[in-house]
């Protein structure tokens, strides 16, 4: 435990964790590993938490950042599926005693104020060294570009429910970047094919293609010829579309 940190997270991720705990930089969550006689363990430990007594809030707070990690992570690489991490709990270090993450509602600024956080002393806590935590950087600042990691974090499929929500989670997420992208003066064919999108669209907004998975209800509109009924293509579609978008809306907003 490092005592630096008052409370460390237990983390469940795949083989690409440790290359990501050395590439991952900036001060707002330290990924970290150890490969022992145990075998190798996952942590990492969170400047936002610190201050935090209540293990309540800790796990709302953690809950949060696992979105947003995971958002950033997805906006770098434009995939949904590229290096998921999740926090399954954390423990203090003064008694050790063990928390599961469980939140009831999403903390929007899962961040502290403290301005110390954001001072860089070494090339380690200068987020702009790596495209992800520069992500995970400026959205704390910027809540356009958190309420977009946000939904790409939320995006899962594992469950059914998952699968019924996810369609009008990505629906959201191209309704965000249409809106910021006409603000910036560009069009939403910068960043994904149309014909794809239409497709997409098509398939989203008609119950009688998705049926319960679609974004509305039943209604008298005939059911297109096309669409695009896949969510893994769906996903892919709109994960790339936004990564390409962030990296415009980064270069003219946060140069």
Same mark, same amino acid.
């Given at each position: 435990?490092s005592?630096?940190?008052?409370?460390e997270i237990t983390?469940?991720?795949?083989?690409?964790?440790?290359?990501?705990?050395?590439n991952?930089f900036?001060n707002?969550i330290d990924?970290?590993y150890e490969?022992?006689?145990?075998?190798?363990q996952?942590?990492a430990y969170?400047?936002?938490? !610190?201050? %935090?007594?209540?293990?309540?809030?800790v $796990?709302?707070?953690?809950y949060s950042?696992?979105l #947003?990690l995971?958002?950033a +992570?997805?906006?770098a690489?434009?995939?949904i599926?590229s290096?998921?991490i999740q926090f399954?709990?954390f423990s203090?270090h003064?008694?050790?005693?063990f928390?599961s993450i469980?939140?009831?509602?999403?903390?929007?600024h899962?961040f502290?104020?403290?301005?110390r956080i954001?001072q860089i002393?070494t090339?380690?806590?200068n987020?702009?060294?790596r495209?992800?935590?520069h992500l995970?950087y400026?959205?704390k600042?910027?809540?356009?570009l958190? !309420?977009l %990691?946000?939904?790409?974090?939320?995006? $899962?499929?594992?469950t059914t429910?998952?699968k019924? #929500?996810?369609?009008?989670? +990505?629906?959201?997420?191209?309704d965000?970047?249409?809106h910021?992208?006409?603000?910036?003066g560009?069009?939403?064919?910068?960043f994904?094919?149309?014909?794809?999108l239409?497709?997409?669209?098509?398939?989203?907004?008609?119950?009688?293609i998705?049926?319960?998975y679609?974004?509305h209800?039943?209604s008298?509109?005939?059911?297109p010829k096309?669409?695009?009924t896949?969510?893994a293509?769906a996903?892919?579609?709109?994960a790339?579309?936004t990564?390409?978008?962030?990296?415009?809306y980064?270069?003219?907003k946060?140069?």
């Amino acid at each position: 435990m490092s005592p630096v940190h008052k409370w460390e997270i237990t983390v469940a991720a795949g083989g690409y964790y440790p290359d990501l705990a050395h590439n991952f930089f900036g001060n707002d969550i330290d990924l970290g590993y150890e490969n022992d006689h145990i075998g190798m363990q996952f942590y990492a430990y969170s400047r936002h938490i !610190d201050e %935090l007594d209540d293990p309540e809030h800790v $796990s709302q707070r953690l809950y949060s950042l696992q979105l #947003l990690l995971n958002g950033a +992570l997805r906006a770098a690489t434009g995939n949904i599926n590229s290096m998921p991490i999740q926090f399954l709990g954390f423990s203090a270090h003064e008694d050790g005693g063990f928390h599961s993450i469980s939140a009831q509602q999403i903390e929007e600024h899962p961040f502290s104020r403290n301005p110390r956080i954001d001072q860089i002393h070494t090339r380690y806590e200068n987020p702009r060294q790596r495209y992800p935590s520069h992500l995970l950087y400026l959205c704390k600042h910027d809540p356009d570009l958190r !309420d977009l %990691l946000f939904l790409l974090g939320l995006i $899962s499929t594992c469950t059914t429910l998952e699968k019924v #929500l996810t369609w009008s989670t +990505l629906y959201k997420i191209l309704d965000s970047v249409k809106h910021h992208a006409k603000a910036m003066g560009a069009a939403i064919d910068a960043f994904a094919d149309p014909e794809q999108l239409s497709l997409f669209t098509a398939a989203c907004n008609n119950t009688s293609i998705l049926g319960i998975y679609a974004r509305h209800g039943a209604s008298e509109n005939p059911p297109p010829k096309r669409v695009m009924t896949d969510i893994a293509e769906a996903s892919a579609l709109i994960a790339g579309m936004t990564a390409r978008f962030c990296r415009s809306y980064i270069a003219a907003k946060h140069p």
